[in-house]
């Protein structure tokens, strides 16, 4: 059995910002730049909300000549549901947090 435990603030905090985007396309560069969080962060984290099915990803072709693609992200239905919840100022119960997904 997997241990559950509340969102990270970096967690929130990006779920945050994605949500802001009102379901568009946002690339890793421009959520760490919004979330203010590093890369090293940022890419694991959003790996790990995709594995979960709270975001979609895909490549993007590039908007300038001689740029590689990019890749975008977007919440799914269920993220949209988990960014709600967990807002960065959320402060869950201890019974709530052992229900939010481990991230």
């Known amino acids: 059995m ?3 435990r509340a969102l990270s603030t970096h967690a929130r905090t990006v ?3 994605l949500l802001d985007t009102g379901g ?11 979330a203010n969080v590093k890369s090293g962060t940022l890419y694991p984290l959003l790996i790990r909300l995709e594995a979960q099915g ?5 490549w993007q072709p590039p908007t300038e000549g001689g740029r590689p693609p990019r890749h975008a992200y977007r919440l ?3 993220g949209v549901q988990l960014a709600r919840a967990n807002s960065p100022g959320h402060t869950a119960t201890p019974t709530a ?3 939010e997904a481990t991230i």
């Open 15 to 17: 779920l945050s910002v």
């Open 2 to 4: 997997s241990r559950k």
């Open 97 to 99: 947090q052992r229900r």
């Open 24 to 34: 568009q396309w946002s690339h890793g560069y421009e959520l760490a730049r919004l």
């Open 54 to 58: 709270y975001l979609e990803a895909e």
């Open 76 to 78: 799914t239905a269920s």
